[in-house]
């Protein structure tokens, strides 16, 4: 399986921009880099995906590497809402017998001081 | 408002029985997946289906069984078969999971107790 290493914890300060890394050295060429976080006791929520460049939506962007082997998560301003587990997951193409899978990872934990 | 919903938020039951968790879906999405989620631990897939009658095993389905009789409809029964079923248990559901690019849209989750 395609694995991702992501720090296990990172701290921001409110309203300054943070960057949440992700290490993917395993990508294959048509494996996409899935973003997904999940508020404290509540289910995870979509958050971001890219397969080369980079994206921008209305909650973060992606830059991705251009050897894609990693890939980081920029939230411009951080709230105390943003507060959560962020997960970094490789969308397989080739899912053999767990097809359609997302894979977690452990995730990074951000904490937001106010 | 579309979205998942599950049902209850907070279950408890003693051990050896047999319990079922509620999942619905008003997406009209295609594909369903049931995760479980331990104490500081990432997600993993029980069971998943991409559509109305059929269903395939996750990564740790041992002790679960699930039914796909409704689009909108996929619950997961935890057996006593479960050795250790006290958990965080997540529903998703996605449009269809032959995009790569599908995303996955989470319930709140129920978190069941097992005393």
């Known amino acids: 399986d395609a694995k991702t290493t992501q720090p296990n914890s990172m701290e921001s300060n409110e309203e300054e921009p943070v960057h949440l890394p992700c290490n993917h050295s395993?990508?294959?060429?048509?494996?996409?880099i899935h973003w997904y976080r999940q508020l404290p006791s509540q289910g995870p929520e979509y958050v971001i995906h890219g397969l080369t460049s980079n994206v921008n939506n209305r909650m973060a962007s992606l830059a991705i590497a251009e050897d894609r082997k990693s890939s980081t998560l920029i939230l411009h301003r951080a709230t105390l809402r943003d507060a959560a587990v962020y997960y970094c997951i490789l969308r397989l193409m080739n899912y053999g017998g767990s097809q359609g899978n997302l894979i977690f990872g452990k995730g990074t934990k951000l904490s937001v001081k106010p | 408002d579309g979205g998942i919903t599950q049902s209850p938020k907070y279950l408890f039951r003693k051990e050896g029985q047999n319990v079922t968790l509620s999942c619905e879906q008003n997406l009209n999405h295609d594909a369903m997946y049931w995760y479980r989620q331990d104490p500081g631990q990432g997600l993993r897939l029980i069971y998943y289906s991409q559509i109305v009658n059929d269903f395939q095993k996750g990564d740790i389905a041992e002790g679960y069984s699930v039914s796909r009789e409704k689009k909108e409809s996929f619950p997961l029964t935890v057996t006593s078969a479960q050795k250790n079923p006290t958990a965080f248990y997540l529903c998703a559901s996605s449009v269809g999971i032959a995009d790569i690019t599908d995303t996955q849209y989470f319930g709140p989750g129920t978190r069941l107790t097992v005393l």
């Open positions: 395993t990508i294959s060429g048509t494996d996409y």
